[in-house]
Every structure is written in structure tokens, then in C-alpha cells.
T-cell receptor, first 113, second 109 residues
Framework: EADIYQTPRYLVIGTGKKITLECSQTMGHDKMYWYQQDPGMELHLIHYSYGVNSTEKGDLSSESTVSRIRTEHFPLTLESARPSHTSQYLC????????????FGPGTRLTVL | RKEVEQDPGPFNVPEGATVAFNCTYSNSASQSFFWYRQDCRKEPKLLMSVYSSGNEDGRFTAQLNRASQYISLLIRDSKLSDSATYLCVVRVRRNDMRFGAGTRLTVKP
């Protein structure tokens, strides 16, 4: 089992609220990722990080931001949630820049009313 | 056109059946290829990497055809526990993994 955790697992929140989705891994992995997945659809990369103090935007435009102050922690923040942000958010990590296998957390299912 | 295309299914098969999934990718510079499995409302997990020479892991066989930009997954003697969505994943560049939308499989008794 991969040691990657996400909280909360489910979140229902009103429009305009600021939210932070937490992701932590205890495997010492350098690379971490955030994906967005709607039901029955493919995963889309929204952010990734090579390591501490490194963050990059993915191919899907997102109004969220991320930070990587510690290796094990990669939180995602939405300053003002909107109904269009309703989706499943999956965090993942991989060992090194050349390691292809990604280990996924259980996901956060976000509903914005 | 999507970068990674899969037949969405669903594939409904009886136990013991052999089932094959296909996947095509559009970027000829793609470097690595994988099949991930995603159970309902769960996270994706790596099933197997796909090598140019083809590879097998128990009941699962993966094939890659670079000329046709095509990947396949064959499941023999399917079990109830094989029911899941199978995601075709392609690494285009070092940091760029592209996921297909997945093919849903239901194995029935």
C-alpha cells in the first residue's frame, strides 16, 4: 500500500469560501502531483512539484494554487470556491524525476454549492 | 482529438472470459506506456508498464505497437475481482503523463 494521504475525503462547501486540500506522503518522494477527475473522465494534471520550493502548473488551467515547503506535504488551495470547481481531486507522488510509477492518494471529492 | 483514446465500454463479460482493451495515442514522441486500474470511487493504481517487446504478468498481457501508436491489454480467465476501469497512460515528456478516460470492465458470475 502506498503511504499517501489526502484530507478531507469529502467536502461540501458554499460558493466564495477559501479551501485547502491536504496531501501528505511518507515515502520521501521528490515529485508530487495534483490531478482533477470528473466522473467517467480522464485525469487532468493541474499542478506538480519536483521538490521543496518547486511548483509548476499542469496542462489544465486551474484557479488553484499549491505550495511545497516540506517534501512530504503538497497542499492545494482555492481562494474562492465556485460550483465549477466541483470535482474529484487526486494527489500523487513518484520516487524520482525518472520514475514513472505514480502512487495516488484516495482523493478528495469536492462539491461547491 | 484526445491525446489518449480508449473505448469507454462498458465491457460486460462472464467469469473465465478473455477480454482485450485497446488504446491509441496521438503523440509519436511518447516515451513510456502503462495500464492503471481504477476501482469505483478509488484512486488509480499501476497495473503494469508496457514494453516494446510486449510483456506478461500472470493473466495480463500488454502489447505496444509504436508504428500504429497503439497499446493493448489482454486479460485471460477473467475473475470477478477484475471488475474495474482500466486506464491507458502515456508519458509524453519527462513530466507529462496523459491519461485516457478509461475502459470499464464488469465481470459477471
Amino acid at each position: 500500500e502506498a503511504d499517501i494521504y489526502q484530507t478531507p475525503r469529502y467536502l461540501v462547501i458554499g460558493t466564495g469560501k477559501k479551501i485547502t486540500l491536504e496531501c501528505s506522503q511518507t515515502m520521501g518522494h521528490d515529485k508530487m502531483y495534483w490531478y482533477q477527475q470528473d466522473p467517467g473522465m480522464e485525469l487532468h494534471l493541474i499542478h506538480y512539484s519536483y521538490g521543496v520550493n518547486s511548483t509548476e502548473k499542469g496542462d489544465l488551467s486551474s484557479e488553484s494554487t499549491v505550495s511545497r515547503i516540506r517534501t512530504e506535504h503538497f497542499p492545494l488551495t482555492l481562494e474562492s470556491a465556485r460550483p465549477s470547481h466541483t470535482s474529484q481531486y487526486l494527489c500523487a507522488s513518484s520516487r524520482t524525476r525518472t520514475s514513472d510509477e505514480q502512487f495516488f492518494g484516495p482523493g478528495t471529492r469536492l462539491t461547491v454549492l | 482529438r484526445k491525446e489518449v483514446e480508449q473505448d469507454p465500454g462498458p465491457f460486460n463479460v462472464p467469469e473465465g472470459a478473455t477480454v482485450a482493451f485497446n488504446c491509441t495515442y496521438s503523440n509519436s514522441a511518447s516515451q513510456s506506456f502503462f495500464w492503471y486500474r481504477q476501482d469505483c470511487r478509488k484512486e488509480p493504481k499501476l497495473l503494469m508498464s508496457v514494453y516494446s517487446s510486449g510483456n506478461e504478468d500472470g493473466r495480463f498481457t500488454a502489447q505496444l505497437n509504436r508504428a500504429s501508436q497503439y497499446i493493448s491489454l489482454l486479460i485471460r480467465d477473467s475473475k470477478l475481482s477484475d471488475s474495474a476501469t482500466y486506464l491507458c497512460v502515456v508519458r509524453v515528456r519527462r513530466n507529462d503523463m496523459r491519461f485516457g478516460a478509461g475502459t470499464r470492465l464488469t465481470v459477471k458470475p
